[in-house]
């Protein structure tokens, strides 16, 4: 079984044989397309339930030649109209409740501490909905977008205390870092030069563990011990892990672009458009909070 962390782990679209259909490459010529390739096929009962994609004359010719199967032509079916709507939703909850929050809680000496430890709530409120929704069996567009608006608010904060009693413009900056990033990723992944395998994932979600874990340990000794803890979040070391962070981001960015591609390839339901915005929305929240930590980082050293 899978773990449905949003951080250790994306979800993909084959539950039990892998993340995104890397353990079963589907085959042709046998039924074990239907059961192995594409865990959303339904036995109907008909000449087509050993696999749903006979309907589909070049079905074979593309399985022949590596390409991923193209679904069957029902209603319900994820679109990637419907992964762009429910992302863009999802965001737009996100920036709008970011933008409240920076005008509406003030930085200010007296107020900064009240203001701050709102950020701090709304960002664990925000972290157990994650979790909630992660160990979920099926999306839940209430709890997606209800996590979206209290990440907004922390976020809102803190970007607000950066911008303004650090680095002047940080925000904007880390805005277009991340876009950037996005954007890179995704040219990159469309152009083939980016190969999402078993190998790729295993990788990454490895590489994930160990950053957390030193962010971890890191956060303890700051917490116990006062100061920066062992110092992997400020000076030179901050900027460098601040970097890898970055660079984790962009494959958990690689994975999420897989996911949905998955998704479509193989007729998945139309709800899991909702699964592939909350992914999308976690790691540009990740790439964000890692380009604002190196924008602080560098003016906190000026």
Do not use: H
């Amino acid at each position: 079984m899978r773990s449905r962390n949003p951080v250790f782990s994306r979800r993909g679209f084959s539950r039990d044989n892998g993340y995104a259909g890397f353990n079963t490459a589907p085959q042709a010529g046998g039924p074990a397309v239907a059961t192995q390739g594409n865990p959303y096929a339904q036995p109907t009962g008909d000449q087509y339930a050993q696999n749903p994609y006979a309907q589909n004359p070049y079905a074979q010719q593309d399985l022949q030649y590596g390409a991923p199967p193209q679904a069957p032509a029902t209603t319900g079916r994820m679109t990637i109209d419907d992964v762009v709507l429910r992302t863009a939703s999802t965001l737009g909850v996100l920036i709008l409740t970011a933008a409240l929050s920076w005008a509406l809680l003030p930085i200010d000496d007296a107020n900064i501490s009240r203001s701050y430890g709102i950020g701090i709530g709304a960002a664990l409120i925000g972290m157990v909905l994650a979790f909630v929704q992660s160990f979920k069996r099926k999306a839940s567009p209430a709890l997606i977008l209800t996590y979206a608006a209290f990440e907004g608010v922390f976020l809102g904060v803190v970007s607000n205390i950066v911008d303004n009693r650090i680095a002047d413009g940080a925000a904007m900056q880390a805005v277009i870092g991340t876009m950037a990033v996005f954007t890179g990723v995704l040219i990159a992944y469309k152009a083939g030069w980016i190969r999402v395998n078993r190998r790729f994932y295993g990788f990454v979600m490895a590489a994930a563990l160990g950053f957390i874990l030193l962010m971890t340990v890191n956060l303890l000794f700051a917490v116990f011990g006062g100061g920066d803890g062992l110092g992997f979040r400020s000076g030179p070391l901050g900027i460098i892990f601040g970097v890898i962070g970055i660079i984790l981001g962009a494959c958990f960015l690689a994975l999420d672009f897989k996911q949905v591609e998955d998704g479509i390839a193989y007729g998945a339901p139309r709800e899991e458009a909702w699964l592939a915005a909350f992914g999308l929305t976690l790691t540009l929240v990740w790439i964000y909070m890692e380009f604002l930590r190196i924008i602080s980082i560098l003016n906190s050293s000026d």
